[in-house]
Protein backbone atom coordinates (compact mmCIF):
# COMPACT_ATOMS: atom_id res chain seq x y z
CA UNK A 1 0.00 0.00 0.00
CA UNK A 2 1.73 3.29 -0.97
CA UNK A 3 -0.09 6.58 0.55
CA UNK A 4 -0.77 9.89 -1.72
CA UNK A 5 -2.74 13.31 -2.28
CA UNK A 6 -4.44 14.62 -4.58
CA UNK A 7 -4.77 18.64 -4.35
CA UNK A 8 -6.92 21.24 -6.37
CA UNK A 9 -8.19 24.22 -5.54
CA UNK A 10 -10.94 23.15 -2.93
CA UNK A 11 -9.57 20.18 -1.40
CA UNK A 12 -6.26 18.00 -0.48
CA UNK A 13 -7.46 14.54 -1.03
CA UNK A 14 -5.19 11.79 0.93
CA UNK A 15 -5.56 8.39 -0.51
CA UNK A 16 -4.09 4.83 -0.28
CA UNK A 17 -3.53 3.09 -3.11
CA UNK A 18 -3.14 -0.78 -3.46
CA UNK A 19 -3.36 -4.04 -5.73
CA UNK A 20 -1.70 -3.94 -8.85
CA UNK A 21 -4.63 -5.00 -11.22
CA UNK A 22 -5.65 -3.71 -14.63
CA UNK A 23 -9.19 -2.52 -13.47
CA UNK A 24 -9.35 0.53 -10.77
CA UNK A 25 -11.81 0.51 -7.97
CA UNK A 26 -12.63 3.99 -5.99
CA UNK A 27 -13.48 2.85 -2.13
CA UNK A 28 -15.57 5.07 -0.13
CA UNK A 29 -15.50 4.76 3.83
CA UNK A 30 -17.56 4.68 6.05
CA UNK A 31 -18.46 7.70 8.80
CA UNK A 32 -15.64 7.56 11.64
CA UNK A 33 -13.25 5.16 9.29
CA UNK A 34 -11.04 5.90 6.78
CA UNK A 35 -9.06 5.40 3.64
CA UNK A 36 -8.07 1.84 4.51
CA UNK A 37 -11.00 0.50 5.74
CA UNK A 38 -11.14 -1.81 2.56
CA UNK A 39 -7.49 -2.94 2.60
CA UNK A 40 -8.98 -6.37 3.33
CA UNK A 41 -9.78 -6.93 -0.42
CA UNK A 42 -6.19 -7.00 -1.19
CA UNK A 43 -5.29 -10.49 -0.73
CA UNK A 44 -8.15 -11.82 -2.83
CA UNK A 45 -8.44 -8.81 -4.95
CA UNK A 46 -5.30 -7.39 -5.86
CA UNK A 47 -4.33 -9.11 -8.95
CA UNK A 48 -8.04 -7.94 -10.88
CA UNK A 49 -7.93 -4.47 -9.17
CA UNK A 50 -5.90 -1.64 -8.50
CA UNK A 51 -7.75 -0.22 -5.55
CA UNK A 52 -8.06 3.80 -4.56
CA UNK A 53 -9.38 3.88 -0.90
CA UNK A 54 -10.11 7.90 0.14
CA UNK A 55 -10.12 9.27 3.40
CA UNK A 56 -13.02 10.81 2.61
CA UNK A 57 -14.66 14.40 3.69
CA UNK A 58 -13.52 15.43 7.63
CA UNK A 59 -11.93 12.17 8.01
CA UNK A 60 -7.86 11.78 8.45
CA UNK A 61 -6.09 13.97 6.61
CA UNK A 62 -8.21 14.77 4.06
CA UNK A 63 -8.74 18.52 4.04
CA UNK A 64 -10.54 21.35 2.41
CA UNK A 65 -8.39 24.05 1.83
CA UNK A 66 -11.76 26.36 3.49
CA UNK A 67 -13.02 24.64 6.20
CA UNK A 68 -15.27 27.79 7.24
CA UNK A 69 -18.85 27.27 8.79
CA UNK A 70 -19.75 29.51 5.56
CA UNK A 71 -18.70 27.00 3.68
CA UNK A 72 -19.44 23.95 5.63
CA UNK A 73 -22.90 25.18 5.35
CA UNK A 74 -23.02 26.09 1.24
CA UNK A 75 -22.61 22.44 1.49
CA UNK A 76 -21.17 19.98 -1.50
CA UNK A 77 -23.11 19.84 -4.67
CA UNK A 78 -23.03 16.65 -6.84
CA UNK A 79 -21.55 18.21 -9.68
CA UNK A 80 -18.75 19.50 -7.38
CA UNK A 81 -18.03 15.88 -6.46
CA UNK A 82 -18.04 14.56 -9.86
CA UNK A 83 -15.91 17.28 -10.87
CA UNK A 84 -13.32 16.24 -8.08
CA UNK A 85 -13.59 12.56 -9.01
CA UNK A 86 -12.98 13.46 -12.98
CA UNK A 87 -10.10 15.45 -12.12
CA UNK A 88 -8.44 12.59 -9.73
CA UNK A 89 -9.19 10.10 -12.33
CA UNK A 90 -7.07 12.39 -15.73
CA UNK A 91 -3.93 12.19 -13.03
CA UNK A 92 -4.25 8.76 -12.25
CA UNK A 93 -5.02 8.26 -16.73
CA UNK A 94 -8.04 6.20 -15.15
CA UNK A 95 -10.94 5.86 -17.71
CA UNK A 96 -13.26 3.35 -16.64
CA UNK A 97 -13.41 2.67 -12.98
CA UNK A 98 -15.77 0.43 -10.27
CA UNK A 99 -16.67 1.93 -6.87
CA UNK A 100 -17.35 -0.04 -3.72
CA UNK A 101 -18.78 1.55 -0.39
CA UNK A 102 -19.69 1.24 2.86
CA UNK A 103 -22.53 2.93 4.56
CA UNK A 104 -21.99 6.56 4.41
CA UNK A 105 -19.47 6.19 1.47
CA UNK A 106 -22.86 4.96 -0.24
CA UNK A 107 -24.10 8.68 -0.63
CA UNK A 108 -20.56 9.26 -2.67
CA UNK A 109 -20.68 6.20 -4.78
CA UNK A 110 -24.10 6.48 -5.33
CA UNK A 111 -23.47 10.57 -6.54
CA UNK A 112 -20.73 9.31 -9.04
CA UNK A 113 -23.20 6.84 -10.67
CA UNK A 114 -25.43 9.36 -11.15
CA UNK A 115 -23.32 12.03 -12.84
CA UNK A 116 -20.62 9.50 -14.13
CA UNK A 117 -22.39 6.50 -15.29
CA UNK A 118 -20.40 6.10 -18.46
CA UNK A 119 -17.84 5.58 -17.14
CA UNK A 120 -18.56 3.07 -14.29
CA UNK A 121 -18.09 -0.87 -14.92
CA UNK A 122 -19.87 -1.78 -10.83
CA UNK A 123 -21.34 -0.44 -8.42
CA UNK A 124 -21.17 -1.75 -4.96
CA UNK A 125 -22.49 -0.49 -1.63
CA UNK A 126 -23.11 -2.17 1.39
CA UNK A 127 -24.63 -1.23 4.49
CA UNK A 128 -26.28 1.78 1.61
CA UNK A 129 -27.52 4.57 3.52
CA UNK A 130 -27.92 6.14 0.10
CA UNK A 131 -31.09 3.72 -0.34
CA UNK A 132 -32.93 5.20 2.92
CA UNK A 133 -30.20 6.96 5.40
CA UNK A 134 -33.05 6.91 8.18
CA UNK A 135 -35.08 10.20 9.89
CA UNK A 136 -32.26 11.23 12.40
CA UNK A 137 -29.90 11.48 9.54
CA UNK A 138 -32.33 13.33 7.75
CA UNK A 139 -33.68 15.74 10.66
CA UNK A 140 -29.55 16.73 11.76
CA UNK A 141 -28.51 17.43 7.87
CA UNK A 142 -31.90 18.89 5.74
CA UNK A 143 -33.85 20.06 8.61
CA UNK A 144 -33.19 23.79 9.35
CA UNK A 145 -34.19 22.92 13.05
CA UNK A 146 -32.47 19.98 13.61
CA UNK A 147 -29.09 21.17 11.65
CA UNK A 148 -29.15 24.63 13.90
CA UNK A 149 -29.67 21.86 16.90
CA UNK A 150 -26.40 20.13 15.92
CA UNK A 151 -24.63 22.72 15.42
CA UNK A 152 -24.99 24.43 18.76
CA UNK A 153 -24.14 20.94 20.54
CA UNK A 154 -22.03 20.57 18.44
CA UNK A 155 -18.89 22.12 20.04
CA UNK A 156 -20.45 21.19 23.54
CA UNK A 157 -19.62 17.25 24.82
CA UNK A 158 -22.23 17.02 27.06
CA UNK A 159 -24.73 18.21 25.42
CA UNK A 160 -23.81 15.89 22.26
CA UNK A 161 -24.03 13.12 24.33
CA UNK A 162 -27.06 14.04 26.12
CA UNK A 163 -28.54 14.33 22.45
CA UNK A 164 -27.50 10.66 21.27
CA UNK A 165 -29.18 9.36 24.44
CA UNK A 166 -32.46 11.05 23.71
CA UNK A 167 -32.33 9.53 20.04
CA UNK A 168 -31.74 6.50 21.24
CA UNK A 169 -34.93 6.33 23.82
CA UNK A 170 -36.52 7.73 20.61
CA UNK A 171 -35.06 4.55 18.57
CA UNK A 172 -34.24 6.98 16.07
CA UNK A 173 -30.94 4.94 16.49
CA UNK A 174 -29.57 1.39 18.01
CA UNK A 175 -26.41 0.61 20.21
CA UNK A 176 -24.26 -0.11 17.68
CA UNK A 177 -24.88 3.08 15.76
CA UNK A 178 -24.82 4.96 19.00
CA UNK A 179 -21.36 3.43 20.34
CA UNK A 180 -20.07 4.26 16.66
CA UNK A 181 -21.19 8.00 17.26
CA UNK A 182 -20.00 8.13 20.44
CA UNK A 183 -16.82 7.37 19.38
CA UNK A 184 -16.64 10.23 17.29
CA UNK A 185 -17.24 13.00 20.19
CA UNK A 186 -14.02 12.60 21.96
CA UNK A 187 -12.24 15.98 21.16
CA UNK A 188 -13.49 19.67 19.87
CA UNK A 189 -11.98 18.59 16.43
CA UNK A 190 -14.34 15.38 16.42
CA UNK A 191 -17.18 17.20 17.63
CA UNK A 192 -17.03 19.94 14.32
CA UNK A 193 -15.85 16.93 11.89
CA UNK A 194 -19.57 15.28 12.95
CA UNK A 195 -21.15 18.60 12.89
CA UNK A 196 -19.52 19.31 9.31
CA UNK A 197 -20.54 15.41 7.75
CA UNK A 198 -23.83 16.37 8.55
CA UNK A 199 -24.09 19.56 6.93
CA UNK A 200 -21.44 19.21 3.93
CA UNK A 201 -22.90 16.40 2.58
CA UNK A 202 -26.68 16.76 2.86
CA UNK A 203 -26.87 17.48 -1.29
CA UNK A 204 -25.82 13.96 -1.91
CA UNK A 205 -29.07 12.53 -1.36
CA UNK A 206 -29.99 9.51 -4.46
CA UNK A 207 -32.40 10.60 -7.11
CA UNK A 208 -33.62 7.27 -7.38
CA UNK A 209 -35.07 7.20 -10.90
CA UNK A 210 -31.99 9.01 -12.10
CA UNK A 211 -30.12 6.24 -10.50
CA UNK A 212 -32.25 3.68 -11.99
CA UNK A 213 -32.07 4.87 -15.74
CA UNK A 214 -28.17 5.45 -15.22
CA UNK A 215 -27.46 1.69 -13.71
CA UNK A 216 -30.11 0.29 -16.66
CA UNK A 217 -29.15 2.25 -19.65
CA UNK A 218 -24.88 0.94 -19.38
CA UNK A 219 -25.97 -2.19 -17.87
CA UNK A 220 -23.88 -0.94 -14.43
CA UNK A 221 -23.35 -4.59 -12.72
CA UNK A 222 -24.96 -3.69 -9.20
CA UNK A 223 -24.39 -5.19 -6.26
CA UNK A 224 -25.77 -4.62 -2.61
CA UNK A 225 -24.48 -6.40 0.94
CA UNK A 226 -26.46 -5.96 3.59
CA UNK A 227 -26.45 -7.17 7.47
CA UNK A 228 -29.06 -9.58 8.34
CA UNK A 229 -28.39 -8.38 12.01
CA UNK A 230 -28.00 -4.23 11.13
CA UNK A 231 -30.50 -2.24 12.93
CA UNK A 232 -29.00 0.95 10.89
CA UNK A 233 -29.59 -0.57 7.43
CA UNK A 234 -31.74 -3.50 7.99
CA UNK A 235 -31.88 -5.55 4.04
CA UNK A 236 -35.69 -4.08 4.74
CA UNK A 237 -34.95 -0.57 3.60
CA UNK A 238 -33.84 -2.08 0.37
CA UNK A 239 -37.77 -3.42 -0.08
CA UNK A 240 -39.72 0.08 -2.58
CA UNK A 241 -35.93 0.54 -4.45
CA UNK A 242 -35.70 -3.45 -5.54
CA UNK A 243 -39.68 -3.45 -6.82
CA UNK A 244 -37.91 -0.21 -9.38
CA UNK A 245 -34.77 -2.49 -9.90
CA UNK A 246 -34.63 -5.02 -10.37
CA UNK A 247 -31.27 -6.33 -11.87
CA UNK A 248 -29.09 -6.07 -8.53
CA UNK A 249 -27.19 -8.59 -7.01
CA UNK A 250 -28.92 -8.45 -3.22
CA UNK A 251 -26.30 -10.35 -0.45
CA UNK A 252 -27.29 -10.86 3.42
CA UNK A 253 -24.56 -11.45 5.57
CA UNK A 254 -24.84 -12.83 8.90
CA UNK A 255 -23.28 -9.39 10.26
CA UNK A 256 -24.52 -6.40 11.87
CA UNK A 257 -24.00 -2.95 10.57
CA UNK A 258 -19.42 -3.63 11.03
CA UNK A 259 -19.41 -5.92 8.40
CA UNK A 260 -16.45 -5.15 6.25
CA UNK A 261 -14.45 -8.65 7.02
CA UNK A 262 -13.77 -11.71 5.64
CA UNK A 263 -17.47 -13.00 5.22
CA UNK A 264 -17.40 -9.66 3.29
CA UNK A 265 -14.29 -10.51 1.28
CA UNK A 266 -15.80 -13.87 0.69
CA UNK A 267 -19.03 -13.27 -0.36
CA UNK A 268 -17.54 -10.33 -2.93
CA UNK A 269 -15.03 -13.00 -4.30
CA UNK A 270 -17.71 -15.11 -5.39
CA UNK A 271 -19.38 -12.23 -7.43
CA UNK A 272 -16.45 -10.50 -9.16
CA UNK A 273 -13.48 -13.32 -9.26
Known sequence: MTRHIFENEAVKLHYNQFGTGEHKMLCFHGFGMHGEQF??????FGSKYTFYGFDLFFHKQTRLK????QTIKKGLSKKDLAGII?????????????????????????????????RINEYIVAAPSSINPGRLVKYLSK??????????????????INMLRLFKRLRLVDDVGRDILLK???????????????????????DEPKLIKMLEKYAIKCIFI???????YPPKIGNKFFKQFKQAEIVI???NHEMINQSFVSALAGLLL
Do not use: W
Open 39 to 44: NALEPA
Open 66 to 69: DQSL
Open 86 to 118: TAFCEREHIDRFSVISYSMGSHYATTIVEELAP
Open 143 to 160: NKIGNKILEKVALNENAL
Open 184 to 206: EINTPELRFNLYACFTYLRFLST
Open 226 to 232: FGKHDKM
Open 253 to 255: LEE
